[in-house]
């Protein structure tokens, strides 16, 4: 069996290195015991170093998406009204 990085789930229950087995889609591999496919190089991949690149980009974009947020928050003005 050949062995990979799984990062889909890095920031709740971090990388783990796993076991992998074909999967009848081109691109994707499972788990083994799973019967769930991932495409290579978005959930799984190769070496420990690429799997790092891959979630410090997931990082840097889930911070700019919560700084948008942050921002859209700060700029929401709420109206209240009184009942008539």
């Known amino acids: 069996m050949k062995k990979m990085w799984f990062t889909k789930y890095a920031f709740s229950d971090g990388v783990q290195e796993s076991e992998v087995q074909p999967s009848m889609y ?18 799984l991949h190769e070496t420990k170093e690429l799997a790092e690149k891959a979630v410090e980009s997931e990082r840097v974009k889930k911070i700019k998406s919560l700084e948008k947020q942050i921002a859209r928050l700060k700029d929401l003005k709420v109206d209240y009204k009184a009942m008539e």
Request: proline letters at 6%; glycine letters at 16%.
């Open 26 to 43: 081109q691109g994707y591999l499972k788990l083994v015991g799973s019967p769930v496919s991932y495409k290579v190089g978005k959930h």
